[in-house]
Nanobody
Protein backbone atom coordinates (compact mmCIF):
# COMPACT_ATOMS: atom_id res chain seq x y z
CA UNK A 1 0.00 0.00 0.00
CA UNK A 2 1.29 3.46 -0.90
CA UNK A 3 -0.03 6.59 0.72
CA UNK A 4 0.41 10.09 -0.71
CA UNK A 5 -0.62 12.97 1.54
CA UNK A 6 -1.25 16.50 0.32
CA UNK A 7 -3.07 19.69 1.25
CA UNK A 8 -0.86 21.11 3.96
CA UNK A 9 0.05 24.76 4.11
CA UNK A 10 0.03 27.96 6.12
CA UNK A 11 -3.23 29.16 7.62
CA UNK A 12 -4.24 31.67 10.27
CA UNK A 13 -5.73 30.57 13.56
CA UNK A 14 -9.43 29.94 13.16
CA UNK A 15 -9.02 28.96 9.54
CA UNK A 16 -9.54 25.66 7.75
CA UNK A 17 -7.58 23.20 5.66
CA UNK A 18 -8.41 19.89 4.04
CA UNK A 19 -5.78 17.20 3.84
CA UNK A 20 -6.02 14.41 1.30
CA UNK A 21 -4.39 11.00 1.25
CA UNK A 22 -4.34 9.10 -2.03
CA UNK A 23 -4.21 5.35 -1.44
CA UNK A 24 -2.79 2.97 -4.01
CA UNK A 25 -2.12 -0.74 -3.94
CA UNK A 26 -4.30 -3.53 -2.67
CA UNK A 27 -6.67 -2.68 0.16
CA UNK A 28 -9.18 -4.77 2.07
CA UNK A 29 -12.43 -4.17 3.88
CA UNK A 30 -10.61 -4.93 7.15
CA UNK A 31 -8.20 -2.05 6.71
CA UNK A 32 -8.37 1.14 8.70
CA UNK A 33 -6.91 4.47 7.65
CA UNK A 34 -5.92 7.37 9.80
CA UNK A 35 -3.93 10.52 10.37
CA UNK A 36 -1.15 11.09 12.84
CA UNK A 37 0.86 14.23 13.46
CA UNK A 38 4.17 15.26 14.89
CA UNK A 39 4.85 18.75 16.16
CA UNK A 40 8.39 20.11 16.52
CA UNK A 41 10.04 18.63 19.59
CA UNK A 42 7.10 16.36 20.37
CA UNK A 43 6.23 12.74 19.87
CA UNK A 44 4.04 11.58 17.06
CA UNK A 45 0.38 11.42 18.08
CA UNK A 46 -2.87 9.98 16.84
CA UNK A 47 -5.33 12.43 15.26
CA UNK A 48 -8.18 10.51 13.64
CA UNK A 49 -9.04 7.21 11.96
CA UNK A 50 -11.81 5.79 9.79
CA UNK A 51 -12.98 2.30 8.89
CA UNK A 52 -12.91 0.97 5.34
CA UNK A 53 -16.63 1.65 4.89
CA UNK A 54 -16.38 5.09 6.46
CA UNK A 55 -19.09 4.22 8.95
CA UNK A 56 -16.85 4.22 12.01
CA UNK A 57 -14.48 6.96 13.10
CA UNK A 58 -12.29 7.79 16.05
CA UNK A 59 -10.75 11.10 17.09
CA UNK A 60 -8.21 12.37 19.54
CA UNK A 61 -9.82 14.48 22.23
CA UNK A 62 -7.78 17.49 21.12
CA UNK A 63 -9.46 17.59 17.69
CA UNK A 64 -12.99 16.37 18.42
CA UNK A 65 -15.58 18.76 17.11
CA UNK A 66 -13.05 20.52 14.88
CA UNK A 67 -11.68 17.82 12.57
CA UNK A 68 -13.61 15.40 10.39
CA UNK A 69 -12.14 12.31 8.75
CA UNK A 70 -13.84 10.72 5.76
CA UNK A 71 -13.01 8.47 2.85
CA UNK A 72 -14.10 8.08 -0.74
CA UNK A 73 -13.33 4.53 -1.82
CA UNK A 74 -14.31 5.30 -5.41
CA UNK A 75 -11.43 7.78 -5.48
CA UNK A 76 -9.21 5.77 -3.12
CA UNK A 77 -8.78 8.86 -1.01
CA UNK A 78 -9.03 9.70 2.68
CA UNK A 79 -9.67 13.26 3.79
CA UNK A 80 -9.09 15.21 6.97
CA UNK A 81 -11.16 18.37 7.14
CA UNK A 82 -9.64 20.65 9.76
CA UNK A 83 -11.67 23.61 11.01
CA UNK A 84 -11.10 26.15 13.76
CA UNK A 85 -7.39 25.53 13.54
CA UNK A 86 -5.18 26.51 16.46
CA UNK A 87 -1.45 27.22 16.61
CA UNK A 88 -1.03 23.99 18.56
CA UNK A 89 -2.28 22.08 15.51
CA UNK A 90 0.97 23.00 13.77
CA UNK A 91 2.68 19.74 12.84
CA UNK A 92 3.64 17.40 10.08
CA UNK A 93 0.59 15.27 9.34
CA UNK A 94 0.99 11.67 8.22
CA UNK A 95 -1.45 9.33 6.54
CA UNK A 96 -1.36 5.79 7.98
CA UNK A 97 -2.94 2.48 7.02
CA UNK A 98 -3.35 -0.63 9.17
CA UNK A 99 -4.36 -4.14 8.13
CA UNK A 100 -6.98 -6.00 10.14
CA UNK A 101 -7.67 -2.97 12.27
CA UNK A 102 -10.33 -0.54 13.39
CA UNK A 103 -10.43 3.20 14.04
CA UNK A 104 -10.43 2.51 17.77
CA UNK A 105 -7.40 0.24 17.52
CA UNK A 106 -5.48 2.77 15.47
CA UNK A 107 -5.83 5.21 18.33
CA UNK A 108 -4.09 2.97 20.83
CA UNK A 109 -1.79 0.55 19.04
CA UNK A 110 1.85 1.63 18.97
CA UNK A 111 2.65 -0.01 15.66
CA UNK A 112 1.27 0.71 12.21
CA UNK A 113 1.65 -1.02 8.89
CA UNK A 114 2.03 1.71 6.29
CA UNK A 115 3.05 5.36 6.48
CA UNK A 116 2.88 8.03 3.86
CA UNK A 117 5.18 10.99 3.62
CA UNK A 118 4.11 13.90 5.76
CA UNK A 119 2.49 17.16 4.82
CA UNK A 120 3.25 20.26 6.87
CA UNK A 121 0.45 22.26 8.46
CA UNK A 122 1.41 25.60 9.99
CA UNK A 123 -1.14 27.62 11.93
CA UNK A 124 -0.16 31.19 12.70
CA UNK A 125 -1.56 33.10 15.67
Amino acid sequence: VQLQASGGGLVQAGGSLRLSCAVSGRTFSTDALGWFRQAPGKEREFVAAVSWSGARTNYADSVKGRFTISRDNAKNTVYLQMNSLKPEDTAVYYCVADRLSSPQSMGITPRHDYWGQGTLVTVSS
